[in-house]
């Protein structure tokens, strides 16, 4: 469906599939609870990033200038 999205194409048919699979799992965990199971169901993520993330743009800043900083070093001694 990403792929039909990315490339501007009708992805209305899969939509529909994943929403019917949502009811038919909603409805399967209904009926487990109803069984009296209660434990939360885990499921181990198999995602992986398409891209690397980007690297931090953020540059670091002195919370006191320069000069400041040497003054109170020197103060200190």
Do not use: W, Y
Request: glycine share 2%; proline share 6%.
């Amino acid at each position: 469906m990403h792929d039909q999205i990315n490339h501007d194409e009708d992805c209305t048919l899969i939509a529909l599939e994943i929403m019917k699979m949502r009811t038919v799992m909603r409805e399967l965990v209904a009926e487990r609870c109803k069984l009296g199971d209660n434990e939360p169901i885990v499921v181990q993520s198999l995602f992986i990033a398409r891209r690397a993330p980007a690297p931090s743009r953020v540059a670091k800043r002195r919370l006191v200038p320069p000069s400041l900083a040497q003054r109170a070093l020197t103060r200190r001694e």
